[in-house]
């Protein structure tokens, strides 16, 4: 069984660039959420994808968007990259329709906006 | 007011200490409760997970939660330098909900 994985690990971009970070679920998990990961904090949830459809989104603005494609990997995308974006991405593979609610995190991607 | 609260620390113990982390929250809604650790640089470590209140362990971690005082915690007996990480409360209303996470407390346990 393997776990999560994303790519890149690291990015460095500059301020109005666009970004696409990448996650493979867990095997056996259909569902993919995304958080940011700023230093000294705890991660905020941005969305979540169940079986290619948005399921779910916190408070971040539609420049940060996504996809679920039919092999439950996802992509996390970032237009118009702010200076505030500068963080640890972090993808967390679930299975929506399973009694526990565990989800398992990546190693996360670590995005510098210059 | 942040949904969940936890103390960022740093916490310090020596070898062998037992270590009790917390978090409280505001939203009575919560049902699904985990503790997280996060190794510098690394992505969070799902440690214990609790659905609604009474405690769970697993080997030298313990979880606990009072839902009435909107209070949960995590205590670490016979800790290890390994245990050394930052540790990350978190929690949700529904399965497949969005988690809610503290800020993390950073824990050092000194040999």
């Known amino acids: 069984e393997t776990g999560v994985t994303q790519s890149p690990t690291h990015l460095i971009k500059t301020r109005g660039q666009q970004v696409t970070l990448r996650c493979s679920s867990q095997s056996g998990h259909n569902t993919v959420s995304w958080y940011q990961q700023a230093l000294g904090q705890g991660p905020q949830f941005i969305f979540q994808?169940?079986?290619?459809?948005?399921?779910g989104r916190g408070n971040f603005p539609p420049r940060f968007s996504g996809l679920q494609f039919p092999n439950y990997s996802s992509e996390l995308n970032v237009n118009a990259l702010e200076l505030d974006d500068s963080a640890l991405y972090l993808c967390?593979?679930?299975?929506?329709?399973?009694?526990?609610?565990?989800?398992?995190f990546g190693p996360g991607t670590r995005l510098t906006v210059l | 007011q942040k949904e969940v609260e936890q103390d960022p620390g740093p916490l310090s113990v020596p070898e062998g200490a037992i270590v009790s982390l917390n978090c409280t929250y505001s939203?009575?809604?919560?049902?699904?409760f985990m503790w997280y650790r996060q190794y510098s640089r690394k992505g969070p470590e799902l440690l214990m997970y609790?659905?609604?209140?009474g405690n769970k362990e697993d080997g030298r971690f313990t979880a606990q939660v009072d839902k009435s005082s909107k209070y949960i915690s995590l205590f670490i007996r016979d800790s290890q330098p390994s245990d050394s990480a930052t540790y990350l409360c978190?929690?949700?209303?529904?399965?497949?909900?969005?988690?809610?996470f503290g800020t993390g407390t950073s824990l050092t346990v000194i040999p």
């Open positions: 967390a593979s679930s299975t929506l329709a399973g009694v526990n609610n565990e989800q398992f």
């Open positions: 978190a929690m949700s209303r529904n399965t497949g909900n969005q988690f809610y």
């Open positions: 609790t659905y609604s209140s």
């Open positions: 939203n009575s809604a919560f049902q699904y």
């Open positions: 994808y169940y079986r290619e459809e948005e399921n």
